[in-house]
């Protein structure tokens, strides 16, 4: 349960990344950006001393990190 769990918070995080960032993409890419934010977000805002914890800041650090995912993306290809 715990895989369908983090795939569902994953998709939730990639969707609210996708709306802030003004990206449109479908349910597969958007739950790739969220699990792939999770880790780019963990390790970014442990740099500045933030720690997400339980299931809103986890999903705030997840959003954090595939916002920055679309802005690399946006800026590097």
């Known amino acids: 349960m715990g895989i369908i ?9 990639g969707y609210i990344a996708g709306k ?6 479908s349910t ?3 739950v790739l950006l969220g699990l792939g ?5 963990s390790i970014v805002l442990r ?3 933030v720690v997400g914890h339980g299931l ?3 999903t705030l650090v997840s959003v954090v990190g595939a916002c920055i995912l679309i802005w690399l ?4 290809g």
């Not at 934010?37 to 977000?41: D, E, L, P, R, S």
């Not at 993306?73 to 590097?76: A, C, E, L």
């Open 5 to 13: 769990w983090t795939l569902i918070m994953g998709g939730v995080a």
């Open 20 to 25: 802030l960032m003004n990206s449109e993409g």
């Open 28 to 30: 597969v890419r958007n």
């Open 37 to 41: 934010g999770g880790i780019v977000g």
């Open 47 to 49: 740099f500045v001393g």
């Open 56 to 58: 809103i800041g986890g």
């Open 73 to 76: 993306g946006r800026n590097i």
